[in-house]
T-cell receptor, first 115, second 110 residues
Framework: DTGVSQDPRHKITKRGQNVTFRCDPI?????LYWYRQTLGQGPEFLTY????????KSRLLSDRFSAERPKGSFSTLEIQRTEQGDSAMYLC?????????????FGEGSRLTVL | EDQVTQSPEALRLQEGESSSLNCSYT??????LFWYRQDPGKGPDFLFT???AGEEKEKERLKATLTKKESFLHITAPKPEDSATYLC???????????FGTGTRLQVFP
């Protein structure tokens, strides 16, 4: 399968624990995006990378969230000291068309449940 | 504030009963408008890009149109396999992020 891959698909954790999600984009795509989606809502932008550079980050993203994309390949999204409000589906997407942020290839998401 | 509103929230159709989904937007400058389909528990799948008023795109039973204030997704003679949530999103000029609406949940019954 050559699509966007996310791991783990499901994560259940206790409040206060740290969690990390991994995203492997389509190999020739240089742009990588993280979105968050809660039930009944559309995806909400978190951050994006062009190669290894993090170019934009949502103001909604608290200091507990950090994302990296070392060497411009896979990316990780870490949430520290999780809160119940962090429960959501975390979606990764990749793209190769510069300037056209909307033609995205999404992964199947990582669903986080914080107890 | 840039905003995207989709209606209706949910739509139930009989197989073969054509209808339209609406996406209205208020943005400071439109770079593009995008339609996605999302099946339960999956990530969205890209359908269409529209760049300017008057533009139309078609794919099988779906046709997307764009005006200066809204976009429509027309579904002609839908089939049960068209059941999904349809999401509309806009890209504002000088940004690389999408602003999504809350989606229209479509159910097509045989």
């Amino acid at each position: 399968d050559t699509g966007v891959s996310q791991d783990p698909r499901h994560k259940i954790t206790k409040r206060g624990q740290n969690v990390t999600f991994r995203c492997d984009p389509i190999s020739e795509h240089n742009r990588l995006y993280w979105y968050r989606q809660t039930l009944g809502q559309g995806p909400e932008f978190l951050t994006y990378f062009q190669n290894e550079a993090q170019l934009e980050k949502s103001r909604l993203l608290s200091d507990r969230f950090s994302a990296e994309r070392p060497k411009g390949s896979f990316s990780t999204l870490e949430i520290q000291r999780t809160e119940q409000g962090d429960s959501a589906m975390y979606l990764c997407a990749s793209s190769f068309r510069q300037g056209f942020a909307g033609e995205l290839f999404f992964g199947e998401g990582s669903r986080l449940t914080v107890l | 504030e840039d905003q995207v509103t989709q209606s209706p929230e949910a739509l139930r159709l009989q197989e073969g009963e054509s209808s339209s989904l609406n996406c209205s937007y208020t943005v400071s400058g439109l770079r593009g408008l995008f339609w996605y389909r999302q099946d339960p528990g999956k990530g969205p799948d890209f359908l269409f890009t529209l760049y300017s008023a008057g533009e139309e795109k078609e794919k099988e039973r779906l046709k997307a149109t764009l005006t200066k204030k809204e976009s429509f997704l027309h579904i002609t003679a839908p089939k049960p396999e068209d059941s999904a949530t349809y999401l509309c999103a806009v890209q504002v000029k000088n940004t690389d992020k999408l602003i999504f609406g809350t989606g229209t949940r479509l159910q097509v019954f045989p």
